[in-house]
Nanobody
Framework: QVQLVESGGGLVQPGGSLSLSCKVS??????????IGWFRQAPGKERERILC????????VYADSVKGRFTIARDGAKNTDYLEMKNLQFEDTAVYYC??????????????????WGQGTQVTVSA
């Protein structure tokens, strides 16, 4: 059973930083074989994919809304991705999720759905 567990959310002031982690377990192969997406959903808004990391493609794709402020890092030995968020703004307030596709070597631009989701972690940016 594939499981993703996010952690690290919390309350931060505008301009501040926060780190989230996504630990993946139950994969049949190594984490690097799988595409991981990070999403967020703010109250009353649609879910937004903010980044996708695909080692098989050698790409990390960031949404314009977070480009230059968010950075993803992967520790394959720990099966964990780390999302570093800097210069957080009010509009970054949301529940953040990581997700994985079941198929190995999928592309970030694939329309295939993500099969496994974490429980989400709340990020609140407030003065």
């Amino acid at each position: 059973q594939v499981q993703l567990v996010e952690s690290g959310g919390g309350l931060v002031q505008p301009g501040g930083s926060l780190s989230l982690s996504c630990k993946v377990s139950g994969l049949q192969f190594i984490l690097e074989d799988y595409t991981i997406g990070w999403f967020r959903q703010a109250p009353g808004k649609e879910r937004e994919r903010i980044l996708c990391i695909s080692n098989s493609e050698g790409v990390t794709v960031y949404a314009d809304s977070v480009k230059g402020r968010f950075t993803i890092a992967r520790d394959g030995a720990k099966n964990t991705d780390y999302l570093e968020m800097k210069n957080l703004q009010f509009e970054d307030t949301a529940v953040y999720y990581c997700a994985a596709r079941d198929k190995r070597f999928s592309r970030c631009d694939s329309s295939s759905p993500y099969d496994y989701w974490g429980q989400g972690t709340q990020v609140t940016v407030s003065a």
